[in-house]
């Protein structure tokens, strides 16, 4: 079962763009993590949000949790290729047991 | 500080063959271990976890198998692989699903 839904699946931007991606699910989850894999590397963990509502910022990244839990958003100011990558988000809900549902990831490519 | 180790990092491997990945945390004691396969770059698909030594959980039927002889080791196995048993197997790490996973470097295994 998919619970986490994200969009978009691919996004292609111009160095210096705003980007806006979305993880969506019916669920509601405790905690909601956002990762981003580089090719052929494993997911980095770039940050844990527990609180409805609540906001986390990471330099140019702004990380969103939804006041009902069961949404988050990432929001990347002014984009560097270094950006580039693929951003999954994973939640911990009653239906996860001791594991992460991951969503299927959007592939963001920031080309000077 | 915790490191985690998986190897090898590319393997290529007949249909039929046998298969043994190995995944190894440093500087932490009980943690949880996962084993992911990632196909084509994009969602984690969880195949087993493990919360203790000697303690399996499988989420998906298939031919694999896993085993976590030692406290922090933890190895995927196939006595005889498919083709369809080709992607990118994950190895990662928690101390609690709530804070989020310390992912391996991963294991490309393409299956001829």
């Known amino acids: 079962t998919q619970l986490l839904e994200q969009s978009p699946q691919f996004l292609s931007i111009q160095e210096g763009e705003n980007l806006t991606v979305y993880c969506n699910s019916s669920s509601v989850f405790s905690s909601l993590q956002w990762y981003r894999q580089e090719p052929g590397e494993g997911p980095v963990l770039l940050v844990t949000v527990v609180t409805g509502g609540e906001v986390k910022k990471l330099k140019r990244l702004t990380f969103q949790f939804g006041d009902a839990r069961k949404d988050s958003s990432l929001h990347i100011t002014a984009a560097q290729p270094g950006d580039t990558g693929l951003y999954l988000c994973?939640?911990?809900?009653?239906?996860?047991?001791?594991?992460?549902?991951f969503g299927k990831g959007t592939s963001l490519l920031v080309t000077p | 500080s915790q490191t985690i180790h998986q190897w090898p990092a590319t393997l290529v491997q007949p249909v039929g063959s046998p298969l043994s990945l190995e995944c190894t945390v440093e500087?932490?004691?009980?943690?949880?271990l996962y084993w992911y396969r990632q196909a084509a770059g994009r969602g984690l698909q969880l195949l087993f976890y493990?919360?203790?030594?000697?303690?399996i959980s499988s989420e998906v039927p298939q031919n694999l198998s896993a085993s976590r002889p030692q406290d922090r080791q933890f190895i995927l196995s196939s006595k005889k692989l498919l083709l369809s048993d080709s992607g990118f197997y994950l190895c990662a790490w928690s101390r609690h699903t709530y804070y989020g996973y310390t992912f391996g470097s991963g294991t490309r295994l393409t299956v001829v």
């Open positions: 500087g932490t004691s009980n943690p949880n």
């Open positions: 493990s919360v203790g030594i000697g303690q």
């Open positions: 994973a939640g911990v809900s009653v239906h996860s047991g001791y594991a992460l549902n």
